[in-house]
């Protein structure tokens, strides 16, 4: 069974909330809502921290693509992660129906093919995606 999960941050108390639908309760969101509700992804990073929209993640020293996963069509010389050190934002991707890294300035990958890590989120280090 695939996991839902949501979460949201709460810019009053600046601090993160999740929502989890597979308790099997309802879940009542008021009119008001204001904030942007980020899925869970279903997949983690490589110190398996749960991944969700909107993470800011990092390529690792080691490149190493995906085995389980044969939709990206770049070879590995052309692949936007090879050079270490890479910044990107997690990203529903309406194009093609999947999550994707979204590389700064360059274009976006399949986050099946990212193997790195979670160092941040656009809400709580922004600083992260002006600094790289």
Do not use: A, W
């Not at 009053?12 to 869970?40: A, K, M």
């Not at 921290?49 to 693509?65: A, G, M, T």
């Not at 274009?107 to 600094?131: H, Q, R, V, W």
Request: hydrophobic residues 30%; aromatic residues 12%; contains cysteine.
């Amino acid at each position: 069974m695939r996991t839902i999960k949501f979460r949201y941050f709460d810019k009053d108390e600046q601090i993160f909330r999740y929502i989890d639908l597979n308790d099997g309760g309802e879940v009542f969101v008021p009119r008001e809502f204001s904030h942007t509700l980020q899925q869970f992804t279903g997949l983690l990073d490589i110190n398996r921290k749960e991944i969700y929209e909107n993470d800011i993640v990092k390529q690792p020293d080691i490149f190493d693509l995906c085995d389980e996963c044969d939709e990206c069509d770049l070879e590995y010389e052309e692949h936007p992660l090879v050079e270490k050190g890479k910044i990107g934002v997690v990203k529903y991707s309406e194009t093609y129906g999947k999550y994707v890294v979204s590389i700064l300035g360059e274009k976006s990958i399949d986050l099946c093919d990212f193997k790195g890590e979670i160092i941040g989120n656009i809400y709580e280090n922004p600083d992260l995606l002006t600094n790289n």
